[in-house]
């Protein structure tokens, strides 16, 4: 009986090394079909999930009460299973260079724990080649076993979108590779368990590594072809969304968006490429370009706001912006490399007091992170000017007259103070206040009725 027959037979185990946004949905789905160890450092997140509690929004915390994982910091119930996927982070650090810290330490853990026999697939993003000439050594180092004679290793890419309820692990090809073909077929089996949408083999796991790598990368040009279109449009006095919209009637037109680019993958994964590439003596033109557009882009919002907000005649050191959203991306608590911080420090830097609304975001990580509180919504009053940075969904059922009460109300210069007050007791807010400015990245309002309702509108 080999391996597979085994796992499917629940004799043997399967382990996920990391459970966060990634490695968390893939341990709860094969655990509908087998017996899982989901293995995460953090004990504090552990006990979270032993409590039923879904930090990462990804499943739900009644999947969570519901599900089978054997939820531990023990490294040592490692050697209790024989198929290991390895899903923990890859960030880039600040010169923005790789960051294999995660990788190693979580190769070196489970090298202490493997076990003969065992198969070991990494899913986190790489540049081709981490994953045989940095892991594979490390794992042999710690276990003191060769691998291709006592252990087997594969590469199978995570495509999970945080956030997203219809592109899911059971809906996207899994793209799966192995070391040689008793690795592939093994790995791509093992996948098939839980992926309905099937798998895609690869011919060698360098392979498997540069398409993932490259995948992010082609979303990360294509996105900041948009954002120079918008930046473009916005000095022409036209609104690149109006232009996308005609643009996009074209059969083969790719609708792509202006916007922030932030979270552990797009913002990430092209720099891993462009490294291996400058190792290779190559120095990239395009993805780096696309990088630094993306990378510039918090500051360009920022700029935009200030420049409206003088034309609307507002005291720009002292002011007050209200900012709704800080997460890297709609409907998704992870707040990892969020863009929408760039804006608020560029804001700060001009004086301005900024107070950020998330009902959706990770308070702990926001805090420990970047030392950031949000409010609620009710408590957002006397705004010099308000930005919708990621649309959430429940950012959507937010009216316009709801947010013109955010602003300050003040008194015309030609008014005395009990003109002022008198009129205040009886009249509607609006005939108080300086224009309204308003920003909303995404475009979750209506231009026209913005513009209509008094607002000084601007978006991306």
């Not at 794992?139 to 592109?167: A, M, Q, T, W």
Request: glycine share 6%; proline share 4%.
């Amino acid at each position: 009986m080999n391996l597979y027959e085994k796992i499917v037979n629940k004799e043997e185990k399967i382990s996920l090394i990391g459970l966060g946004y990634v490695g968390m949905p893939i341990a709860v789905s094969f655990a509908k079909r087998v017996n899982v160890i989901g293995f995460d450092v953090s004990k504090e997140k552990m006990e979270l999930y032993k409590s039923g509690i879904d930090p990462t929004k990804e499943v739900g915390n009644e999947v969570i009460k519901n599900t089978t994982v054997e939820f531990t910091s023990d490294e040592k119930k490692l050697r209790e299973a024989r198929f290991h996927i390895v899903a923990v982070p890859t960030p880039v650090k600040e010169d923005r260079t790789p960051d294999l810290t995660p990788i190693k330490s979580a190769s070196r853990t489970l090298g202490k724990n493997l076990t003969k026999g065992s198969f070991v697939v990494y899913e986190s993003t790489v540049y081709p080649g981490v994953t045989e000439e940095v892991c594979v050594p490390i794992l042999e180092k710690e276990s003191g076993l060769k691998c291709g004679v006592d252990f087997k290793v594969g590469y199978s890419p995570e495509r999970i979108n945080p956030g997203d309820k219809e592109h899911r692990l059971e809906t996207i090809i899994k793209v799966v590779s192995g070391m040689d073909q008793e690795t592939l077929d093994t790995v791509g089996k093992i996948y098939e368990l839980v992926v309905d949408a099937g798998v895609y083999k690869a011919e060698s796991i360098r392979v498997a590594e540069a398409a993932k790598v490259i995948e992010n990368s082609q979303r990360d040009i294509n996105i900041a072809f948009m954002n120079e279109l918008s930046i473009i449009f916005n000095k022409m006095g036209i609104d690149t969304k109006a232009v996308l919209e005609a643009a996009g009637t074209k059969w083969n037109f790719l609708k792509f968006s202006p916007g922030l680019v932030g979270g552990h993958c797009i913002g990430v994964d092209p720099y891993y490429l462009t490294y291996k590439a400058e190792q290779m003596g190559y120095y990239s033109q395009i993805i780096l370009s696309g990088r630094k557009i993306n990378d510039d882009m918090g500051k360009y919002v920022a700029e935009s706001i200030v420049k409206k907000m003088i034309k609307a005649n507002k005291q720009i050191n002292g002011s007050k912006v209200a900012i709704f959203g800080v997460t890297f991306k709609e409907n998704c608590p992870d707040v990892r490399n969020t863009k929408v911080v760039d804006v608020i420090r560029e804001l700060e830097e001009y004086g301005i007091e900024v107070k950020v609304v998330d009902p959706i975001a990770d308070k702990d990580d926001l805090w420990h992170e970047y030392r950031i509180n949000p409010c609620n919504a009710e408590n957002i009053q006397g705004m010099d000017a308000v930005i919708f940075a990621v649309p959430h969904d429940e950012f959507k059922s937010i009216q316009l007259e709801d947010v013109k009460k955010m602003y300050r109300v003040t008194m015309p210069k030609y008014m005395g103070s009990e003109v002022f007050s008198e009129i205040a007791a009886t009249s509607d807010q609006s005939t108080l206040e300086e224009t309204n400015v308003l920003m909303d990245i995404k475009g979750i309002f209506n231009r026209k009725e913005a513009e209509d309702a008094g607002f000084l509108y601007w978006r991306l």
